[in-house]
Structure formats: structure tokens, C-alpha cells
């Protein structure tokens, strides 16, 4: 059974950085999607990044030129690269992951439900 591991939450300034980890233990379907999701308190969880098998990412608007997906060479662990970051990004933040066919998997219509595989969550609070 594949298990998802997030690390490297923490605290942050406004305009500050930070990088997330998701690591995997076992093996993933060589076809799937991978993303990052991020959930305030009071909010419904929403989709931050997204990165499928072909490499092929999707950002929110909310974060597109501040934060970076990425896996490693093995793909058995995602990273999510913040920078720039706002007091608006302070969330839980799961990595999720699943089968994926036909077609990139797209942050603008990825939902929850679309992914069976979560990890515990790791806090990010960014303040100004």
C-alpha cells in the first residue's frame, strides 16, 4: 500500500520561502497525477499545483509565478518550492496523488475527489 509522507512546513515572513516534500513508499502507476492542495481554516480544500506522469504542470492562479511543483528523477517524491510568500498562503497544505488517464491532470478541474492517495497535511503559516 502507498503511503504519502509530507514534510518541510513551518513558518514564514511575508515575501519569505519555503519547500514542501511529499514522499511516496512504494511504487505509484507509471500513469498518474500528483498535486499539491491547500486548505485555510474555514475553506473548502482547494488545488494549489498539480504535475502528472509526462511532467506536465498546473498552477492556481493565486500562485502561478511564485510557486514551483516538482518531482525527482525516481518520482517518489514531490516538492513544492514556495516563494514569495503572502499571509493569503497560510494553510494546511496535503500532497494527494492517483491514476490519471486521459489527458494532463489540471488544477482548474482536479477536485478532491479525484484522488484517493493523501498525506497527513503539514502546516504553512506566513506572516506579515
Not at 502507476?29 to 488545488?47: D, H, I, L, M, V
Not at 499545483?49 to 517524491?77: E, L, P
Not at 492517495?117 to 503559516?125: K, M, N, R, S
Amino acid at each position: 500500500e502507498v503511503q504519502l509522507v509530507e514534510s518541510g512546513g513551518g513558518s514564514a515572513q511575508a515575501g519569505g520561502s519555503l519547500r514542501l516534500s511529499c514522499t511516496a513508499s512504494g511504487n505509484i502507476r507509471s500513469s498518474y497525477c500528483t498535486a499539491w492542495f491547500r486548505q485555510a481554516p474555514e475553506k473548502e480544500r482547494e488545488g494549489v499545483a498539480a504535475i502528472d506522469s509526462d511532467g506536465i504542470t498546473s498552477y492556481a492562479d493565486s500562485v502561478k509565478g511564485r510557486f514551483t511543483i516538482s518531482q525527482d528523477n525516481a518520482k517518489t517524491t514531490l516538492y513544492l518550492q514556495m516563494n514569495g510568500l503572502k499571509p493569503e498562503d497560510t494553510a494546511m497544505y496535503y500532497c494527494a496523488a492517483d491514476f490519471w488517464a486521459g489527458g494532463p491532470c489540471l488544477v482548474a478541474t482536479m477536485t478532491v475527489l479525484d484522488f484517493g492517495l493523501w498525506g497527513q497535511g503539514t502546516q504553512v503559516t506566513v506572516s506579515s
